[in-house]
């Protein structure tokens, strides 16, 4: 995967590109917006990260100026100092595929780029959703494996369902509050884990344990536990 | 909140003008009355006083005596026609000596005098009596017909122009208020529009005029400087949400880019550094958020939103985050109530409270949701059987920053209860802090 990383901030950027190179993505840097652009138009990318406070052109005209070249364009993820949610609503009505404010861990860029880049080949909703041998049966908010089947409240259905949607792909909490539960804010307390303790253990009552913990930051659904 | 109409409820106002009105128009009419009925009392002493003069004219160059008027007298009643006049001449020992009318002795000069006709009517009458030379009485008397039906018409006269005068002046006053409540719906549209948030909303003063369209220029000069001042405020907590970011980020890098040399030892400390950046960025978050709450200045998605389905979803969300806790949550009756709500705040404001039940109260403590219908809308009430809050803290943790006594040494901004509370005012509700006999009880209500 090849990455455009626009950011000015040059201790930042070198983070970010540290970070991507880490993660075996090669990634070239802009520090202004004319520079974005003038990479954009030379070079082919996967991903955007994009910073919305630039020294010229702002981030929005950066993706206004890319929006005009149409379905080819690569996904953008926005990255910005305004954390608020007006702002954060501006970014993605903007054209932005993905809003991350600063500061972030590395970790959580890494797993939102992934998505953000799949996403466009990820299947729509949960219709007869399955991984391997675990399969979802929406009308009945129900998990079944091997034949045994556990029902399951609306939020750990849907949680189930959206880990199941991004297997073997690392989902971060942010990432599983903004999605499963569409909240905008940060809770104090530990919700997403709380929340997905109670899953494994229902799934684990199945005879099926795919759920793994990535330290500090996510869970990643193993197909390979399905199997 | 709904804009009342036009308030012709100047109400008291305009009955009070009203009736003044009235009554200045009927002192007026008095007046008049007055002024005609003297008009009249003085043209009829003018006849008299002419007539009086026509009898009492000297005889081939003699005063008039008593036998000329005496004659003169009969020879009025031979010829005459029917006449609002009469005369009599009385002797000075008040016998009759000429004229048919009888009355009592009327006093020298102009009276009032009463009379009875042949048909047997009282009449009133006025009279000038003059004293001869012998001693006897040359009396004219008129009936004051004018007069009295002047006084006859007075009262309805009297009534119709008091009730026309009331009419007239409540319509007056009513279409002053309506034209005055016309410019003042300029202004308070616009102070309404405000009062929601949009600063930019001004006074349309195109159709104003007067003193309106200078109180609505003064009040425009005044938004224009609000305004000013809260863009710059605004622009200093962007500035500053972004000055502060930045830094932090670049903390944040460098400390996990210090993560794979350094050793086992500094492990955890970094852990820890990294939790201490974030808990500075939230903090800040949530200050900016209670401050976009309280300016009205959050994008708001209100719409029709069941309490309901969504307290039963986050009781489904928190359920496990209590019982983490050593807690519990339970689900009360859930009356159906659409409120219209935004609901990423209704979600935050339950998970909020909820956070300060898992964080705040000792294991073993069950925490219950329930919805109830009201006469004011719906409540929403969070009951815990906790150790609660002592009345004087209740009032005291609503305010930022502030916490209960328990809560030395826990994590949080203090800003919780703050924004909870500026959520439900954002939505026109209340919240409220009570004794649960034990534990705490809020009741958010939201307004239907």
Known sequence: MHCLVVEDDPVIAAHVLDGLRGAGRSADHAATGRAALDCLA?????????????????????????????????????????????????????????????????????????????????????????????????????ASFDGKQALLNRKLFSLLAHMMRHADRVVTRDMLLEHVWGYAFAPTTNIVESNVSRLRTRLVELGVDPIETQRGHGYVLRSGACA | MKARAFPLGLGRLAVQFGAL?????????????????????????????????????????QPASSAVIAARIAAWQAQKALSERTYILLGRDGRVLAGRLRIPLPPPGFSQVRYVSRAHVVHRGRALAT?????????????????????????????????????????????????????????????????????????????????????????????????????????????????????????????????????????????????????????????????????????????????????????????????DHGGALRLGPVDAAVVRADAGLVNQLLVNLLENVATHTPPGTTATLRVERAREGAVVVLADDGPGLASEDRSRVMRPFERGPESAGRRGSGLGLSIAQAIVRFHGGTLALADNAPGLEVRMTFPA
Not at chain 1, 54 to 81: F, K
Not at chain 2, 31 to 49: G, P, T, W
Not at chain 2, 53 to 58: E, H, I, Q, V
């Open chain 2, 131 to 323: 004293r001869l030379p012998d001693g006897s009485l040359f009396v004219v008397v008129q009936h004051s017909e004018a007069s009295e039906s002047l006084e006859a018409i007075l009262p309805g006269v009297v009534l119709a122009i008091f009730a026309s005068a009331l009419l007239a002046g409540l319509a007056a006053t009513m279409l002053f208020a309506r034209q005055t409540a016309l410019r003042l719906a300029e202004t308070q549209a616009a102070a309404d529009a405000i009062a929601r948030g949009d600063l930019s909303r001004r006074i349309a003063t195109e159709r104003l005029d007067g003193m309106f369209a200078a109180q609505a220029a003064s009040l425009n000069r005044m938004l224009d400087r609000m305004e000013d001042m809260v863009n710059a405020q605004r622009q200093f907590s962007s500035a500053l949400a972004h000055d502060l970011r930045t830094p932090l980020t670049r903390l944040r890098g460098l400390l996990s880019s210090a993560q794979p040399t350094g050793a086992a030892v500094n492990d955890g400390l970094i852990e820890r550094a990294e939790r201490e950046c974030a808990s500075v960025i939230a903090i800040f978050d949530a200050l900016l958020r209670l401050a976009e709450l309280e300016t009205g200045r959050h994008p708001t998605a209100v719409a029709p939103l069941d309490l309901g389905t969504l307290v039963a979803d986050v009781a489904e969300t928190m359920e496990p985050v209590l019982a």
């Open chain 1, 42 to 142: 030379r070079g082919r990318y996967d991903a955007v990260v994009l910073d919305r406070m630039l020294p010229d052109l702002g981030g929005l005209a950066v993706l206004a100026a890319m929006r005009g070249a149409g379905e080819a364009r690569p996904p953008v993820l926005v990255l910005s100092a305004l954390g608020s949610l007006a702002d954060r609503i501006e970014g993605l009505e903007a054209g932005g595929d993905d809003y991350l404010a600063k500061p972030f861990a590395m970790e959580e860029l890494l797993a939102r780029l992934n998505a953000i880049t799949r996403r466009r080949a990820a299947p729509g909703d949960a219709t007869g959703l399955a991984v391997g041998r675990l399969t979802l049966d929406p009308s009945r908010h129900a």
């Open chain 2, 21 to 61: 009105f009235a009554l200045a128009m009927l002192a007026m009419g008095l007046v008049v009355f007055l002024v005609a009925q003297q008009r009249i009392a003085r043209r009829i002493d003018d006849a008299l006083e002419y007539h009086s003069s026509k009898y009492l004219a000297p005889d081939h160059g």
